[in-house]
């Protein structure tokens, strides 16, 4: 049986602060839990992470696709610890484009979890649950 009342009180991409970085910054932690969301450009992945510089959760949105490319290369899991920095954007022919970079260490006694998998949960564009 779930326990639904962990659940809720949970670190959501609603409940914690998104992580809107500009070049230079950075986001070294562990990670606590994965969710999909539906935004008006269509479906998002999101990253919380425990940043542990101060301990606060944060919802990083892999919403660049050099960022969902790593993310999908590399498969953080559940507890892993990584660290994200955004790099300069690079220029493209179609103009500039963002880029990272993503380092992990893996969680001893890996769990299992990954991006891959189902979400935590996964909500629509006004952030009720959808069933699996």
Not at 12 to 32: C, K, L, N, Q, T
Not at 43 to 58: K, M
Request: hydrophobic residues 30%; charged residues 35%; contains cysteine.
């Amino acid at each position: 049986m779930r326990n639904l009342r962990e659940e809720l009180d949970a670190p959501s991409a609603d409940s914690v602060e998104r992580w809107d970085p500009i070049p230079g910054d950075s986001i070294v932690g562990a990670v606590v839990g994965f969710e999909n969301r539906n935004r008006k450009y269509g479906p998002c992945r999101v990253v919380i992470v425990q940043d542990e510089n101060d301990g606060t959760h944060r919802a990083v949105w892999l919403q660049h696709k050099i960022l969902r490319e790593l993310f999908d290369a590399e498969g953080p899991r559940r507890g892993d610890r990584l660290g994200i920095k955004r790099l300069a954007d690079g220029k493209g022919k179609n103009g500039p484009f963002a880029r990272y970079h993503l380092v992990i260490e893996r969680a001893p006694g890996d769990n299992g979890t990954s991006p891959n998998d189902p979400p935590d949960r996964v909500l629509d564009a006004d952030g009720r649950d959808i069933p699996f």
